[in-house]
């Protein structure tokens, strides 16, 4: 079955720890991307890959950090959690720069930074 | 760079009540288009997709878009909504060259009310 998956699904943690959440995907997708999910604000993209060992910024990259050394992975980085990065994270995958083409979403890691 | 206005915040219907979601974009090229939903906790679901070719685009539940190029818009439209309707829609955008970026509008909330 073809997925995106992420974990951990939920998180709690404290200001300052770092943290890692993972992103795998199984359909041989080169491009891979982070958003998160605010209220009143929809998605919006973090960082990017187009490939392997090839990323780039999205819209709100501050505090974040990624790395693409596989193709099937893409783990978000948070070096210094801060409160205001309590927020819904969703991963995405997609074929890149085709037409005809449509991203799949894991399933969300609620995180909440105290 | 793409945007995407999604003119109504919050929806509230009876069921069997007629929806349309509005939505307009502003790229200067080709684009895909989408409209994702996501049920409360839940992740995002691909509703339907344009690329090309017929611009009324059909998609799962009954839901049905269409594209109108002069108008930039992609109105998500239901003839007849059920409580199980109850969720947030996301119109999204895709420009069709390279390796441009998916961008959310920032979701409408459908409240289906017996």
């Known amino acids: 079955e073809a997925q995106v998956t992420q974990n951990p699904r939920y998180l709690i943690t404290v200001t300052g720890k770092k943290l890692t959440v993972t992103c795998s995907q199984n359909?041989?997708?080169?491009?891979m991307s982070w958003y998160r999910q605010d209220p009143g604000l929809g998605l919006r993209q973090i960082y990017y890959?187009?490939?392997?060992?090839?990323?780039d910024k999205g819209d709100v990259p501050e505090g974040y950090k990624v790395s693409r050394k596989e193709k099937r992975n893409f783990p978000l980085i948070l070096e210094s959690p801060s409160p205001n990065q309590t927020s819904l994270y969703f991963c995405?995958?997609?074929?890149?720069?085709?037409?005809?083409?449509?991203?799949?979403f894991g399933q969300g890691t609620r995180l909440t930074v105290v | 760079a793409q945007s995407v206005s999604q003119h109504n915040h919050h929806v509230i219907l009876s069921e069997a009540a007629s929806l349309e979601l509005g939505c307009n974009y502003s790229?200067?090229?080709?684009?895909?288009l989408f409209w994702y939903v996501q049920y409360p906790g839940q992740h995002l679901q691909l509703l339907l997709k344009?690329?090309?070719?017929?611009?009324l685009v059909k998609g799962i539940k009954g839901f049905e878009a269409e594209f109108i190029k002069s108008k930039f818009s992609f109105n998500l439209r239901k003839p007849s909504v059920q409580w199980s309707d109850t969720a947030e829609y996301f119109c999204?955008?895709?420009?069709?060259?390279?390796?441009?970026?998916?961008?959310f509008g920032k979701g409408t909330r459908l409240s289906v009310i017996a």
């Open positions: 995405a995958s997609r074929r890149p720069g085709q037409m005809n083409t449509e991203a799949f």
């Open positions: 359909m041989n997708h080169e491009y």
């Open positions: 890959s187009m490939n392997v060992e090839v990323t």
């Open positions: 790229y200067g090229g080709t684009v895909n």
């Open positions: 344009y690329f090309s070719g017929d611009p």
């Open positions: 999204a955008v895709m420009g069709n060259s390279g390796n441009t970026p998916l961008v």
